[in-house]
């Protein structure tokens, strides 16, 4: 596991930005996983800015994200896929057919979970899979206790989560109680991940993924076990860690 120190959010965002532009400018194909949340925002900004700027194609990119909540439709603002709209795919020049998120309104949930495990399995799998770190150390929406061996799935959300993302709603009772998400060996079979961490809030996290034992308490914890990944993590979020970390290149200057 390399992890890549930066010196505040923007600096992580910018330094994850570079390492996805490396890779999105340097294949003909390539299947990328999205996350939501509040982590990748910058990300997918300086993403944004170098499309107008340097004009960066994404004709060959595939995406999949990460996970919907049950009940909300597509077109509903707190969805992520009006997230993902919003956020990245309506400011580059993404195919719309060569985007993924699950379906969290399909009629049978079970179904689309499957179909959306048979769509990655289909597409090659994930070439690159972006991350954020829940403050109770879940990916994507597997909560503490999810098996590790998971595919894509329906999960109930823990009062945690449902807290961390009323920020997102007019409130609390507004947040669903479920989603679909994908699965920690979903996620696992990428083959590389990238995951990021920003912010005081997260320090735990992180410690615990870096320092703690490989337990499904704690679910980010398996990313240890896997042979490709990297942690781009700001000064709050690193804290007192007490592990060698490589600077990121924008500290370097
Ligand atoms: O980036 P945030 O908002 O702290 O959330 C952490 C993670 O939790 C989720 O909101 C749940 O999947 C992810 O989208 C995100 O990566």
Not at 61 to 78: I, K, Q, S
Not at 97 to 102: A, G, L, S, V
Not at 152 to 172: G, P, Q, S, Y
Request: with cysteine; hydrophobic share 35%; charged share 25%.
């Amino acid at each position: 596991m390399k992890l890549i120190s930066a010196k505040n959010y923007s600096d992580m965002s910018q330094v994850a930005a570079s390492f996805l532009l490396g890779k999105i400018k340097n294949t003909d194909r390539l299947t990328l996983g999205l996350a939501t949340g509040g982590t990748p925002i910058q990300t997918y900004n300086f993403l944004i800015k170098d499309h107008k700027e340097n004009n960066t194609s994404y004709q060959h990119v595939t995406t999949f994200n990460l996970d919907e909540y049950v009940g909300v439709a597509t077109n509903d603002p707190r969805s992520y896929h009006h997230y993902m709209d919003d956020m990245l795919f309506t400011s580059i020049d993404i195919p719309k057919t060569q985007t993924h998120i699950p379906d969290g309104v399909a009629g049978n949930l079970e179904a689309e979970c499957d179909r959306y495990e048979q769509k990655i399995a289909a597409s090659g799998g994930i070439d690159v899979q972006l991350l954020g770190l829940g403050s109770n150390g879940h990916i994507g929406f597997n909560e503490p206790g999810t098996a590790f061996d998971t595919k894509t799935h329906v999960v109930d959300l823990t009062e945690a989560t449902r807290k961390a993302n009323a920020r997102f709603f007019d409130h609390i009772d507004e947040v669903p109680k479920q989603a679909i998400t994908m699965g920690i060996a979903t996620i696992m079979r990428s083959k590389e991940i990238l995951l990021l961490v920003s912010g005081e809030r997260k320090s735990n996290a992180l410690a615990q993924l870096l320092e703690g034992k490989v337990d499904p308490a704690f679910p980010a914890s398996i990313l240890r076990e896997h042979p490709n990944v990297s942690i781009i993590a700001d000064h709050d979020a690193l804290g007192d860690i007490n592990v060698p970390v490589r600077k990121g290149e924008i500290e370097d200057d």
